[in-house]
Nanobody
Framework: QVQLVESGGGSVQAGGSLRLSCAAS????????MGWFRQAPGKEREGVAA????????HYAGSVKGRFTISQDNAKNTVYLQMNSLKPEDTAMYYC?????????????????WGQGTQVTVSS
C-alpha cells in the first residue's frame, strides 16, 4: 500500500501562484508515474500533469502547459506542482495519484493510489 498526502492548496487571485506537494509513503513499482488531476464541481476529473519518477520525463495537459511545472524530489518521495499565472478556470480540487506507468497518463484508471485532495480556488 502507498499513502499519498497532498498539501499546498488555498485561495489566490488570478495571476497568482501556488505550489502543491504530494508526499508518498514510499516509492515502489506503483509510483513509477505520479500524476496530478483536478475536478471542478459538475465536471469530470481531468489529468493536469504527470512525471515518470524513474527518469523525470513530464507530461502536461494543453490547458496548463507553460503555466504549470511538475517536479520531484526523490530523496523525499515527493512530487510538486508549481502553478503560475493561475486563472479562475483552474479552480478545482486537485488530487495526486500514483501508478505503474505514464502510458496514457491522463486516464485516471491507470492509477492505483490517490490522495485525499487539496482545494485550489482562484478568484478574478
Amino acid at each position: 500500500q502507498v499513502q499519498l498526502v497532498e498539501s499546498g492548496g488555498g485561495s489566490v487571485q488570478a495571476g497568482g501562484s501556488l505550489r502543491l506537494s504530494c508526499a508518498a509513503s514510499k516509492y515502489t513499482y506503483s509510483t513509477n508515474c505520479m500524476g496530478w488531476f483536478r475536478q471542478a464541481p459538475g465536471k469530470e476529473r481531468e489529468g493536469v500533469a504527470a512525471i515518470y519518477t524513474g527518469g523525470g520525463s513530464t507530461h502536461y495537459a494543453g490547458s496548463v502547459k507553460g503555466r504549470f511545472t511538475i517536479s520531484q524530489d526523490n530523496a523525499k518521495n515527493t512530487v510538486y506542482l508549481q502553478m503560475n499565472s493561475l486563472k479562475p478556470e483552474d479552480t478545482a480540487m486537485y488530487y495526486c495519484a500514483a501508478g505503474p506507468s505514464c502510458y496514457r497518463w491522463s486516464s485516471s484508471d491507470k492509477y492505483d493510489y490517490w490522495g485525499q485532495g487539496t482545494q485550489v480556488t482562484v478568484s478574478s
